[in-house]
C-alpha cells in the first residue's frame, strides 16, 4: 500500500533532514579512492590486506550520480540506482561497494535487523551492474565509518573510525519482487493496509474521501465570465479545505499543507498567486466560523 500511494497515489510520505554530514564523508571517501583510481591499491585497503583497486568505467560519472545511477531494463519498464563506488580485482571481477557513516558507542556491523535495507540496496546494485554486463562478485564492501564522540575538543576536527566490512549478496529476490511491484502498479486501487505498518494506519486515516486519492478538478465553459471562473475556482476551493479536514485526524492540519492540497486538488500548480488565492478561501472559512486557524494549524470547527 505504502508503494501504490506513493507512485500511483502520488501521495507522497513527509520527507525527512537532510543528512547533510553523510553526504560530506561520501563526498570525501569518493576523493580518497578517486586518487588510486585505475592506478593502484589505495592505503586503506592495502592496510588491512586487500588488493582491490578502485575500478575505471566510462560509466562511472553517471552511475554515481543520484537520479540517473545505472539502469537496466526488466519488463520494459527502467529502474536504477547510483552507486557509491566499484572496485575490481586481477581477475577483473568487480565488487560493488556502499559508503556508510554513524557515530555510536558501539562498533559498526551489520548484524542490525533494520540493516537489511543495507543489504539489499547493495544486492539491488549487483543486479543492477550485471544488466549492463560486468563480472560482478556477489561479495560486497561496506566502507563503515564511526564518528568518535570522547572528551577531545571540537576544534573544529571530527574523528572517524573505519571499518571496512563484507558482505555477500544475493538477489535471488529482485525479479519476483519487481514483479510483484509491477503487478501492483498495474492495479487500480490500492492493496489492503497492513495492520503492522504504522504510515498504512496513518495514511488510511486521511484518504477516508474520494477526493483525497482522486482530486477533480473545477471545469467551466470556455465563454464563462472571469469573475464567475473565479468564484467557482473558490467554491471549490472551500469545500476542498472542509474534505480534507474533515479526513484529517482530529480534524486538525498545518496551513500550509492545506493549502498544498487545496490547489493540487483544484487542478492548479502550487505558484505564488495560487497559494494566496488558497489562503483568501481559508481565511474566509475563519471569518465565516467553519474552521479556526492558530499556531500555523487549521482546525474544523
Known amino acids: 500500500m505504502c508503494f501504490w500511494l506513493d507512485v500511483k497515489g502520488k501521495i507522497k510520505r513527509p520527507s525527512g533532514p537532510p543528512f547533510s554530514l553523510n553526504v560530506a564523508v561520501d563526498h ?62 586481477m581477475f577483473g571481477v568487480h565488487y560493488v561497494v556502499d559508503y556508510k557513516a554513524t557515530s555510536k558507542a558501539d562498533e559498526v556491523s551489520l548484524d542490525a535487523d533494520w540493516q537489511i535495507s543495507y543489504k539489499r540496496q547493495v544486492e539491488f546494485y549487483q543486479w543492477l551492474l550485471r544488466g549492463n554486463g560486468l563480472q560482478i562478485s556477489n561479495q560486497a564492501w561496506f566502507a563503515y565509518t564511526n564518528g568518535i564522540k570522547d572528551n577531545s575538543p571540537f576544534n573544529d576536527t571530527l574523528r572517524f573510525k573505519t571499518k571496512l566490512l563484507s558482505y555477500e549478496g544475493n538477489g535471488s529476490w529482485i525479479e519476483p519482487t519487481l514483479t510483484s511491484l509491477i503487478n501492483c502498479l498495474n492495479s487500480e486501487t490500492p492493496p489492503l493496509c497492513n495492520e503492522n505498518c504504522a504510515y ?19 471545469k467551466v465553459g ?49 505558484t505564488l498567486p495560487n497559494k494566496k488565492i488558497a489562503l483568501e478561501v481559508i481565511y474566509q472559512l475563519q471569518t465565516e466560523k467553519v474552521l479556526k486557524l492558530e499556531n500555523g494549524i487549521a482546525t474544523l470547527i
Open 222 to 270: 470556455k465563454r464563462m465570465p472571469k469573475v464567475a471562473i473565479q468564484t467557482a475556482n473558490k467554491n471549490a476551493e472551500a469545500d476542498f479545505a472542509i474534505n480534507f479536514l474533515e479526513a484529517a485526524i482530529d480534524k486538525r492540519m498545518p496551513i500550509d499543507d492545506l493549502v498544498t492540497h487545496v490547489i493540487k486538488a483544484n487542478g492548479r500548480r502550487a
Open 28 to 89: 570525501l571517501f569518493k576523493n580518497e579512492f578517486d586518487l588510486s583510481r585505475g592506478k593502484g591499491i589505495p592505503a586503506r585497503l592495502a592496510k588491512e590486506g586487500l588488493s582491490f583497486i578502485p575500478a575505471e568505467h566510462p560509466k562511472l560519472d553517471q552511475w554515481r550520480e543520484n537520479f540517473k545511477g545505472v539502469t537496466r531494463q526488466f519488463c520494459e519498464i527502467e529502474f536504477f540506482g547510483a552507486i557509491d563506488d566499484l572496485w575490481v580485482d
Open 200 to 218: 498504512c494506519q496513518f495514511i488510511a486515516k486521511r484518504i477516508s474521501t474520494k477526493n483525497y486519492l482522486d482530486p477533480v478538478p473545477v
